[in-house]
């Protein structure tokens, strides 16, 4: 396997401080490299430079292959005086790396040198000087990792306006395929939002997450044009105050303000020469701190119902959300809601697009629980499916008798149905009904949508702004990959640039390339690498179960290195459930597979205490009290600490054996939180031991036991001996 050495971010990384350099002038210290070009020596595809300055901890920059020296540059576009510079790797080893700052990018002064090899993984050192290039290159990994570098901090001086804007969460009214809503807020002056049509008005809205105090907005249009537009702020989406308010001829517009907000809403009203809505960079100056992170990044815990196949009333469910944020949970996924065929997969072909399931509730128990959950800070979203009807619905029923009738109707455009059937002869399904052959992917009574008809590719967008209209928090699609005739093209006008206009988080359930991320826009996919559940009586395979019956989880970190962090990044997270396919498993083993999941880094679901659709039996319910309290336990852990966020880094740190166990450093997104985890494969009680040095762990210390929410064993010196149990686990909050 390809071994990539990367950086870490340190535990400071993304504060900032006000201090007093030479000369007296008041400046701030922050990290520079964050918004500043970065260039390198090479990178494998998805893993670019810039990877290592973008301010997130999980992403990194690699090499294209283990050849060294290699380097990364740094342009911080002019010279600036440095105070530290820091370089983070993925793994711990012992590196052998320069850093050096120029000011014309000839002449280099050593800042940190370590060629002779240092055992860590983060490195930071005090600097004195000014300059505007920062170079690192790595000469030598004693484990044979490529050089790479999670993040390559450089902090210095900054007496500039902070555009708080940057990475906010935006969405829009519409957008153009290539021009979503977040290329506004991206610092990319060669990207931007564009309506998805010329038609005015069109708004472009941006959440900075908290309340911050704005003193200056300015808005920069792709072309020069008499443009009339007004920018409105407000902390509760629904009173706006007017911030600036132009009809005039310019590109880019500036006004000094005064107000604090947590919402920026652009609407764009009229163009002098037609261009169309736009912003190329929608920039917000004041003071606080904004969120740039999702939802789905940065909290797990999903509970996931499926009501039609339960016969679970909605209102049941609402009647549930304080125990089940109590427990833990911090999001729930139904699926489906809408109404559709009981005796096939839970509900999942489609009755009715636009109704909720009568067995199940009505419309307005749907919207109740939507705001009964969001008024807990619990995230809703909904598996749905725009893939295939059922074979009883009113709208296949009309498509068949339109297709035997020659009639040329809406329904019967939205199903492909043919006098005879066409390539792959074992998808094509006789109707009697239709006298011809319609195509149904999984099964003969579920029709597939026809994404060859424009008039079914646009209902499909009209279904799901209906169901993101309702307030839902994200959609899970159903195998959209195979979709009937779709591509990339259609999958993204259908489906995933509709709900990037909402931000919303997109789940692409049964597929698994990065290219579902970076091409076809999902933001999350299954990590099928840890956890391939099979349909019952088959058990699937798990990763992570295979370690624990074979005591050896030695190799549990290559195979996260290959999907989870490779999803990541590409832009995505994982999401990840136990197998329960190993029925009966034993509980104690069972605890470790949950301790693992809920603290790798992945977004953490159960299935209302079921396996998947359709499970022959409930497991959790026969779980010992103890043990049942357990898992509650660590529910709540994995939202005890951002550290344990699905977004972040993991760096496995050495144990004493790591054919035996298995321990990792976690990190969120920003850096700002470190979590340490410990997991004995063993079934016997064990002595773990981790060398702590270079990790960026401090010592002496008391951490958190987040498990038990109570002090965990002091860490005393860089090495640290735990106790742990049979199949164990220590999850520890530390600084």
């Not at 901090?153 to 906010?168: K, M, S």
Request: charged letters at 20%; aromatic letters at 12%.
């Amino acid at each position: 396997m390809r071994r990539i050495a990367a950086l870490v971010l340190a535990g400071f990384i993304g504060t900032s401080a006000l201090v007093v350099p030479a000369g007296g002038v008041v400046a701030t210290v922050r990290n520079l490299a964050v918004g500043a070009t970065a260039t390198a020596s090479d990178s494998l595809t998805k893993f670019e430079p810039g990877k290592a300055i973008d301010g997130n901890s999980s992403t990194y920059w690699a090499a294209s292959n283990g050849a060294k020296p290699k380097w990364l540059r740094v342009d911080l576009g002019r010279a600036r005086q440095l105070t530290s510079v820091e370089q983070n790797f993925k793994d711990v080893d012992t590196h052998s790396f320069l850093i050096e700052g120029s000011v014309d990018g000839a002449g280099w002064t050593a800042l940190l040198d370590r060629r002779s090899g240092a055992r860590g993984q983060v490195f930071t050192q005090p600097v004195a000087g000014t300059y505007r290039y920062v170079r690192l290159t790595i000469t030598g990994s004693a484990a044979g990792y490529w050089a790479g570098s999670a993040e390559f901090v450089i902090n210095g001086y900054d007496d500039e306006p902070r555009n708080l804007a940057r990475g906010v969460s935006a969405t829009s009214s519409s957008l153009g395929p290539g021009y979503e809503p977040f290329k506004a807020v991206d610092g990319d002056p060669a990207s931007y939002w564009g309506a998805e049509t010329s038609s005015m008005p069109q708004w472009l809205m941006l959440d900075l997450g908290n309340d911050i105090a704005v003193s200056r907005i300015e808005q920069s249009f792709v072309d020069n044009d008499h443009w009339k537009f007004r920018i409105e702020g407000s902390r509760d989406k629904s009173s706006w105050q007017t911030l600036m308010d132009k009809d005039e001829t310019g590109r880019v517009f500036g006004q000094d303000v005064s107000g604090t907000y947590r919402y920026i809403k652009l609407t764009v009203l009229s163009s002098g020469a037609g261009h169309w809505a736009c912003s190329q960079e929608l920039k917000v100056f004041g003071s606080g701190e904004p969120v740039t992170t999702k939802w789905w990044e940065s909290r797990s815990g999903v509970m996931r119902y499926y009501p039609i196949w339960q016969n679970l009333r909605l209102d049941t469910i609402t009647a549930q959300l304080d125990t089940l944020k109590a427990r833990g949970f911090r999001a729930i996924e139904l699926s489906p809601v809408n109404d559709g065929d009981r005796d096939l997969w839970a509900g999942l072909p489609v009755m009715n697009l636009y109704t909720i399931d009568p067995e199940i509730g009505t419309m307005q128990d749907f919207e109740e629980l939507i705001a009964a959950a969001h008024a807990r800070d619990l995230k809703v979203t909904i598996f749905t499916n725009p893939g295939y009807a059922s074979i009883n619905s009113p709208y296949f029923q009309k498509a068949q008798d339109d297709f035997r009738n020659g009639v040329q109707s809406l329904e019967r455009s939205w199903f492909d149905i043919r006098k005879q059937p066409g390539e792959y002869p074992e998808l094509w399904h006789y109707s009697a009904r239709a006298q011809g052959y319609y195509w149904g992917t999984w099964d003969a009574k579920a029709p597939s949508f026809n994404y060859s008809s424009q008039t079914w590719l646009d209902e499909a967008r009209k279904v799901l702004r209906f169901w993101m209209d309702k307030g839902v928090d994200g959609i899970a699609l159903d195998a959209p990959n195979v979709y009937h005739t779709t591509t990339v093209a259609k999958n993204n006008y259908a489906i995933t640039d509709v709900l990037r206009n909402y931000d919303a988080f997109m789940n692409g359930e049964g597929v698994r390339a990065p290219e579902f991320i970076y091409d076809w826009h999902y933001n999350s996919l299954q990590d099928y690498d840890i956890t391939q559940w099979a349909v019952p009586p088959g058990q699937g395979s798990s990763a992570i179960l295979s370690a624990i019956d074979s005591g050896d989880p030695s190799g549990l970190e290559n195979t996260l290195k290959n999907y989870r962090d490779l999803m990541v990044n590409a832009g995505g997270i994982t999401q990840t459930a136990p197998n329960w396919g190993r029925t009966n498993y034993p509980v104690d083993r069972r605890l470790l597979e949950i301790a693992m999941l809920t603290s790798m880094g992945t977004l953490f679901y159960l299935h209302n205490d079921y396996y998947t659709i359709l499970p022959d039996e409930q497991e959790i319910p026969n779980l010992p009290a103890a043990q049942r309290a357990t898992l509650d336990k660590l529910m709540r852990a994995q939202n005890a600490s951002p550290a344990l966020a699905p977004l972040g880094l993991r760096v496995r740190i050495p144990t004493n054996d790591d054919h035996k166990f298995y321990a990792y450093k976690r990190l969120n997104k920003s850096g700002t939180a470190k979590a340490l985890v410990l997991l004995n494969f063993q079934g016997t009680p064990q002595t773990v031991s981790v060398d702590l040095t270079g990790t960026g762990i401090a010592v002496p210390q008391t951490p958190t036991d987040l498990v038990e929410s109570q002090s965990g064993p002091p860490i005393t010196g860089t090495t640290y001996q735990v106790q742990l149990p049979a199949y164990g686990f220590k999850v520890l909050s530390v600084q």
